[in-house]
């Protein structure tokens, strides 16, 4: 598998307090279906223009290129609290897209690629090959998770006062909105792929 690596302007080096990857975020881009969407998400992270969000990500996938914009080791500001126990992976696509968007040869053609980014990032870091609930992120449970999961985790400690890190850092609630992949997500058979791609690397 071939990954391009353009470094994105804004980023963190290295992890708050040393803490280890133990999420891997899935996030749609809100872009396009296209061929060039890893490389112009890329190329826009790399600008990093003051007039536009300052926000990064590791890795963006479309169907046929994977490129990374932070190193794994480092942290991507895509995700709130999920940044600093996260790897993050943009997928080509919105969180609007229905069965049959997730199920077009496109879409296909990018979710294999992507589960084999992550069935590999899953073996670096030793993350499970789950994809736990929400209430259960809420409670630092490793896995594959979306975004809106971060996001319900997020609202969720605020509503009951919980001040644990990710949720509470330095006496403020730390919070997200976003609602990616969307409640049409594939979960069930991405999670298959990943393990499938984890075995086929033994």
Known sequence: M???????????MGRRNGAQPKWVV???????ESLKTAESLAAWAARGMASEPRVSWHYAVDADSIVQSVRE???????????????HVELAG??????????????????????????????RWQIPII????????????????????TWSSQEARRQVLRVDPWYVAGKFIAT????????FPWASFVSQVEAASKACL
């Open 177 to 184: 909105s976003h609602t990616d992949p969307g409640k049409h």
């Open 26 to 32: 899935i996030h749609t881009a809100e872009t396009p």
């Open 131 to 150: 994809h736990p609930l929400k209430s259960s992120v809420l409670r630092g449970q490793p896995g594959i998770v979306g975004h809106d999961q971060i």
């Open 94 to 123: 919105r969180a609007g897209q229905d069965d049959a968007g997730w199920g077009d040869d496109f879409s296909v053609a990018m979710l294999t690629r992507a589960a084999e980014l992550v069935a590999g990032i899953c073996g």
């Open 73 to 87: 080791d480092d942290t991507a500001w895509a995700a709130g609290p999920g940044n600093t126990h996260g790897i």
């Open 2 to 12: 071939t990954i391009k690596f353009l470094q994105a302007q804004h980023f963190t």
